[in-house]
């Protein structure tokens, strides 16, 4: 009896994951924004990257992304899903040079950085290092990976002397933390930037293997939050220095050519919203406006830096917009300076605005799991990851608005799952 019922679980479970294959569309058109959408996964539980982290190979050809079996790529081109490893995968990021998807593993008492090549799937360890690091990012020549030690985590969990929670009470003086670099030859690990504060989102410039960025962790009207640094521990830099009670900034990330730093910045928080820029080598500033319901739980930019993108807000978001959630793309638009006046424009921050346009619904999605959007090395498709139809999965929405022509071949191919999202609701 035990065996029969044991059989019909797995039976039940495997008619279950086939069924929420088969309801999930996996190419239509949004008929609330006219544009394309593709699943690109096929498992559920499969998640794309955080929205600063490269997934993409170098040829522009290939994502790589994770799933409860394992670590796959798919092709951009064609939509072929290949397992390039079997398990999960602790992915760190997809190598700006070579294209390894470098990923942890836990082995005894420590941890290795390994690499996997999407195209031989040839699957390698490349340096030991020690538990307590956090790894975060590999940097563009895949000489160093970058991240964070710990030396508060044995009381993480609990309260700090002031009695507040760790990251959430006085700021920059509840941890012990250091920034890191391991070499991915050596396994040398470097320590600089000692801090009081939760060091965290440690980023490497897509262009300059030295150049750092990071973050103060915490309460966001509390903290000084954004910083960039070099991996010698020179150039510490606040890119964007508090000037207003309750002002905001967050989910930094580099620009593709590694010149600038671009932000959410709120002055104040939940009130006046931009999208700000910071030019690392000029120290120039751009601030972007937009409005609340267009504000975006992290934002991106294209390759060639022509457009924006966003992931909207959810009711429990930070900014917690009437009806932000859906898939944005946003087109910037600076305001010419005055000259001639009392102030040199030079010095001036430079003042903008985005034209919003919405490109997938997800009034079904559970903003819990954040969508994380990123543009395609081709600027034509924009990724994110979703619950909008219950399971975890990866899709992709047109830039474009769809064609005539476009749609009518969609709809020719369309299964039922597909013709129903595109029905309003």
Request: neutral net charge; aromatic residues 10%; glycine residues 8%.
């Amino acid at each position: 009896m035990r065996i029969i019922n044991s059989i019909f679980a797995v039976l039940l479970i495997a008619s279950t994951y086939v069924s929420a294959q088969v309801d999930i569309p996996t190419d239509w058109i949004d008929p609330d924004t006219g544009h394309r959408v593709m699943r690109l996964s096929r498992e559920d539980g499969s998640q794309s990257s955080y929205f600063h982290q490269n997934e993409f190979t170098p040829d522009g050809k290939k994502l790589v992304f994770t799933s409860p079996s394992g670590l796959y790529t798919v092709d951009l081109q064609t939509r072929q899903i290949e397992q390039i490893r079997e398990g999960r995968t602790r992915l760190i990021c997809v190598g700006r040079k070579t294209g390894r998807a470098f990923y942890l593993l836990r082995q005894g008492q420590g941890m290795a950085i390994c690499a996997v090549n999407p195209a031989s799937k040839q699957d390698e360890k490349i340096v030991d290092i020690p538990r307590r690091l956090s790894i975060a990012n590999i940097n563009c020549d895949e000489t160093l990976a970058g991240g964070t030690l710990d030396l508060s985590r044995p009381q993480r969990f609990g309260r700090s002397q002031t009695g507040r929670r760790w990251g959430f009470g006085t700021p920059n003086k509840d941890r012990d933390m250091q920034l890191i670099t391991v070499d991915l030859k050596t396994g040398e690990v470097s320590h600089f930037n000692r801090s009081c504060a939760w060091l965290n989102h440690v980023q490497f410039s897509p262009t300059d293997p030295y150049q750092m960025l990071y973050c103060h962790e915490g309460t966001w009207q509390l903290m000084d939050r954004t910083w960039i640094v070099r991996t010698d521990g020179t150039g510490l830099t606040n890119v964007q220095p508090r000037f207003m009670n309750f002002q905001i900034n967050g989910h930094e990330f580099f620009s593709p050519d590694g010149k600038s730093i671009i932000y959410d910045l709120q002055t104040p928080r939940s009130h006046v919203f931009w999208v700000a820029c910071y030019e690392i080598e000029t120290q120039k500033r751009t601030w972007y406006n937009l409005q609340k319901n267009e504000w975006s739980v992290h934002f991106n930019i294209s390759p060639d830096q022509t457009l924006y993108c966003g992931d909207g807000g959810g009711p429990k978001s930070v900014a917690a917009p009437d009806n932000g959630q859906w898939i944005y793309l946003f087109r910037p638009h600076v305001i010419p300076p005055v000259i001639g006046g009392a102030s040199d424009p030079n010095t001036l921050i430079r003042s903008g605005y985005f034209e919003a346009e919405k490109l997938v619904n997800l009034a079904k999605h559970n903003y819990s799991l954040e969508p994380n959007c990123q543009f395609t090395p081709d600027g034509k498709w924009i990724v994110f990851r979703s619950n909008m139809f219950g399971p975890t999965h990866i899709y992709e929405v047109e830039v474009a608005k769809a064609t005539d022509a476009e749609k009518a071949e969609v709809m020719n191919k369309a299964t039922a799952a597909d013709k129903a999202a595109m029905k309003k609701n």
